[in-house]
T-cell receptor
Framework: EDQVTQSPEALRLQEGESSSLNCSYT??????LFWYRQDPGKGPEFLFT???AGEEKEKERLKATLTKKESFLHITAPKPEDSATYLC???????????FGTGTSLTVIP | DTEVTQTPKHLVMGMTNKKSLKCEQH?????MYWYKQKAKKPPELMFV???????INESVPSRFSPECPNSSLLNLHLHALQPEDSALYLC????????????????FGQGTRLTVV
């Protein structure tokens, strides 16, 4: 069965302190790996799609990378407004199901 | 436009009530989803519609009844719910499997915060 594991479960950073979130996955055939940001009480907001190993995507202070077994979400010089839960999900080559990890709760302290 | 619109935003219902949640998208997506999310947990899949046909039902109790009247709309009918059904209900949409490469991501609505009393 497809599995997605995220670590750490929670992360506290000082403003400006760069770090990375990890998403490990096992899937029979990867159609896409996705990163979402979710604020409390709101729906997940789409950030990135990665399709193949070696691919990278960037948006402001966020950069997502992909290998054959895991993805990293690098946060450079974070600000308090980056505080949120970051969810990773994968989709197989066949079917319409998305498999979510349990998320990383990020808190950036001013 | 990547917007998925859910109504209502908040809903309080008694255990004997019947209510419906509504979801709408105009991205041409032919796969639509209902998820349930409890606090500090990831979204939990309930139903998937593909080309307006129910393709996945994750053993959801019959007090939840989905409906997909057309390619843009998705409803979730609620009846005789229990307090433990209180949660954030999320609708999402994506291009369906088989469409080809690219644009495989799902977009989510802002959710309906449901409280069962």
């Amino acid at each position: 069965e497809d599995q997605v594991t995220q670590s750490p479960e929670a992360l506290r950073l000082q403003e400006g302190e760069s770090s990375s979130l990890n998403c490990s996955y096992t899937v029979s055939g990867l159609r896409g790996l996705f990163w979402y940001r979710q604020d409390p009480g709101k729906g997940p907001e789409f950030l990135f799609t990665l399709y193949s190993a070696g691919e990278e995507k960037e948006k402001e202070r966020l950069k997502a990378t992909l290998t054959k077994k895991e993805s990293f979400l690098h946060i450079t010089a974070p600000k308090p407004e980056d505080s949120a839960t970051y969810l990773c999900a994968v989709r197989e080559n066949t079917g319409n199901q998305f498999y979510f990890g349990t998320g990383t709760s990020l808190t950036v302290i001013p | 436009d990547t917007e998925v619109t859910q109504t209502p935003k908040h809903l309080v219902m008694g255990m004997t009530n019947k209510k419906s949640l509504k979801c709408e998208q105009h991205m041409g997506h032919r796969a639509m989803y209902w998820y349930k999310q409890k606090a500090k947990k990831p979204p939990e899949l309930m139903f998937v519609y593909s080309y307006e046909k129910l393709s996945i039902n994750e053993s959801v109790p019959s007090r939840f009844s989905p409906e997909c009247p057309n390619s843009s709309l998705l409803n979730l009918h609620l009846h005789a719910l229990q307090p433990e059904d209180s949660a954030l209900y999320l609708c999402a949409s994506s291009h369906a499997s088989g469409r080809g490469a690219g644009e495989t991501e799902a977009f989510f609505g802002q959710g309906t915060r449901l409280t069962v009393v």
